[in-house]
């Protein structure tokens, strides 16, 4: 099996998941954990599984103006941003990505520890532009939780992990 984790990461903490996601993959094969920043289309067609993330903005996927507002908001406090943080994110991502016909895939996303009809979740945008793209959605996707202070709540990364195995043995099933 080869997966491909993508991520979109404002405070790291995306970025952290994403890397446990890939460590429970990677039990059973070949994983490239990449920044959206870094995953081509080459590395998409690569996969036989594509995870894709990020960070929950407004009920949503980040966009331009949030991804500004986040750092500008980390910039008054004591919050690092991601090195990956700046340029286009994930809905530039999906516009410049081709169809991916029948290539499998799940979305999963960060967000504040409340109920998600008052955070919203980025991972049903995800969802949506997969499906869009002709990916097939191979398991429902996920949130792992942040406090009030953009810090992965403790068990998130662990949590993270297993996530990733699970979906490892989803896909070993189907195929």
Do not use: C
């Not at 080869?2 to 070949?30: C, D, F, K, M, P």
């Not at 895939?105 to 960060?110: C, K």
């Not at 429902?140 to 942040?146: I, K, M, P, R, Y």
């Not at 990733?164 to 896909?171: C, I, M, S």
């Amino acid at each position: 099996m080869r997966a491909l984790v993508v991520y979109e990461s404002v405070y790291g903490n995306t970025h952290a998941v994403a890397t446990r996601i890939g460590q429970g993959l990677e039990e059973r094969g070949e994983v490239r954990v990449l920044s959206v920043h870094d995953a081509t289309a080459d590395q998409v067609e690569w996969a036989d599984l594509v995870v894709v993330g990020g960070p929950t903005h407004g009920h949503g996927l980040s966009s331009t103006s949030s991804r500004k507002a986040a750092a500008a908001s980390a910039a008054n406090s004591d919050t690092a941003l991601d090195p990956e943080a700046t340029g286009p994110g994930l809905r530039h991502w999906f516009k410049e990505l081709p169809k991916a016909t029948g290539k499998r895939a799940v979305a999963f996303d960060t967000r504040l520890d409340a109920a998600a009809l008052l955070t919203g979740r980025a991972s049903h945008a995800i969802e949506r532009r997969l499906r869009t793209h002709g990916f097939t959605v191979l398991a429902e996707s996920d949130s792992f939780l942040v406090d009030k202070h953009n810090h992965l709540l403790p068990g998130q990364e662990q949590r993270a992990v297993h996530w990733g195995g699970r979906l490892a043995e989803v896909l070993f099933a189907r195929t």
